[in-house]
């Protein structure tokens, strides 16, 4: 009995002093590193979290079902390359091949809407990646002075009001053109042989051609963008309430990740009618059209995973290629590759949708519409995916520049539907966006995420302060 009750008391754990939390009146002892090495630390996450983004529209009123993302440019992708800080781009470069949007007035010799030769004044006229309004004393556009394309109808380029460096609107597309004439269809009105309803019609036709005519509707304001350059801090990592990284941004101006984009309607006696004739209902018709900026990687991987650019190698260990092994291998291929012989594409786009019945059909001169709409996009499955990424908690764990979980990301969001459904744009994550609104963080998820433990304080976190 002696030698079993020595047994169990050798088999027993010895005690051990109870686990006590930090105190945090304590220094934190590795804040005694050198600055240098503290300073090579936040440039490194810094370089982990920023990224290219594809500057692109998405729309849910769409012909096709999959709702394909659109470029903004016929003849180049246009990329911007920054940080992503709740929910918007702070903007840190432009990259060289982008630079279309502000250089083609210069490149193509251009002329203003007077027909008067455009010369660009070295007044900050074309910034970074945007043009600026100039106006007369009236209010009138300066056409002259603004740098308008219209190369395409439907080219879109960035403005800003010359008075105004928040006042950022996109070029509209040939779409609004479109929700003008759907807002004003005389089509339906009845009855349809009254004397009343031709007066009707008359008023909707004279209110659609003064709209059209209205040089303020090319224009349609971005949400919560600005054109301010600044030099700031944004948090990288904190350790501690005594220790935060920080990593120094040069700033070239600021892009909500998704906004929505609204063509402007006057608030008139017919915006309003419900009787006689139930008007509100038509003038309220939208594309429900958004700003999109996506990661460059998650558009490439679902257009170039598994097909040309890569080794049979890396292919196996699905690899996404990058924009430069693109470009690279479009250069070196002219006569396979699908962008245009432009080696400014490096995106696919979808093939040309009208019959060649309309194409011949053309009135001469005029250039058939050129396809927009990148291939294998889903705004259904994007959408989702930021705000997972850039408006929820989970915003802490996503790296944008790990091709596995790029891979697992796409998996999940095309396989779960509890996953689309709650990071959905009206989801409990971010606050619904209406009219001319840029999506935000929902105070339910900034709240979640402030409670969050300080270790995973990431770039991409709602706490990053500029």
């Not at 509209?172 to 089509?187: G, N, W």
């Not at 519409?369 to 989970?394: G, I, R």
């Amino acid at each position: 009995m002696a030698t079993t009750t020595a047994a169990a008391a050798d088999a027993e754990p010895e005690p051990t002093d109870p686990v006590l939390p930090a105190d945090p009146s304590l220094p934190c002892p590795i804040g005694w590193l050198p600055h240098d090495l503290w300073y090579h630390i936040s440039s490194f996450v810094a370089s982990d979290q920023s990224s290219d983004f594809v500057v692109s529209t998405g729309q849910t009123v769409c012909h096709n079902s999959q709702m394909p993302l659109r470029a903004l440019c016929d003849d180049a992708d246009i990329v911007l390359h920054g940080v992503p800080a709740n929910g918007q781009l702070y903007i840190t470069a432009v990259p060289e091949e982008s630079e279309d949007i502000r250089k083609d007035c210069e490149s193509m010799g251009l002329v203003a809407d007077d027909g008067q030769p455009l010369v660009m004044p070295d007044d900050g006229t074309v910034g970074p990646w945007y043009s600026k309004i100039h106006r007369h004393v009236g209010g009138a556009i300066d056409r002259h002075r603004t740098p308008l394309i219209d190369r395409h109808d439907s080219r879109h380029v960035f403005y800003v009001e010359g008075t105004a460096p928040s006042a950022v609107k996109l070029h509209i597309s040939t779409h609004e053109d479109d929700v003008v004439k759907e807002r004003h269809d005389v089509t339906d009105l009845r009855p349809a042989n009254s004397r009343e309803t031709q007066r009707m019609k008359t008023r909707l036709v004279n209110r659609m051609d003064a709209i059209m005519a209205d040089e303020n509707r090319r224009f349609m304001r971005v949400s919560g963008a600005s054109t301010k350059a600044c030099k700031g801090k944004l948090t990288v990592l904190a350790l501690c309430k005594a220790l935060k990284i920080k990593a120094k941004l040069n700033v070239l101006g600021i892009l909500p990740l998704m906004a929505r984009l609204d063509h402007t309607n006057p608030v008139d006696e017919l915006s309003d009618m419900t009787y006689p004739y139930n008007l509100k209902s038509q003038m309220t018709y939208s594309l429900n059209k958004w700003l999109m900026l996506v990661p460059s990687k998650w558009v490439i991987c679902k257009q170039h995973n598994a097909q040309r650019v890569l080794s049979e190698q890396q292919k196996a260990q699905r690899k996404i290629p990058t924009i430069e092994q693109i470009r690279l291998w479009n250069r070196l291929h002219p006569d396979r590759r699908t962008a245009l012989n432009n080696p400014d594409r490096f995106l696919d786009r979808n093939a040309v949708t009208q019959p060649a019945q309309h194409m011949m059909a053309l009135p001469h001169g005029q250039v058939p519409e050129l396809p927009m709409d990148y291939a294998n996009t889903s705004f259904k499955t994007l959408a989702p995916l930021m705000v997972y990424a850039f408006f929820s908690c989970a915003n802490r764990f996503v790296s944008l520049t790990s091709d596995a979980e790029t891979h697992m990301l796409f998996e999940r969001a095309n396989t779960s539907a509890s996953f689309r459904e709650e990071f959905s744009l009206t989801g409990p994550h971010v606050t619904a966006a209406g009219p001319s609104e840029h999506l935000t963080v929902s105070k339910a998820s900034a709240a979640a995420s402030a409670e969050m433990s300080p270790e995973l304080e990431l770039l991409g976190g709602y706490a990053g302060v500029l």
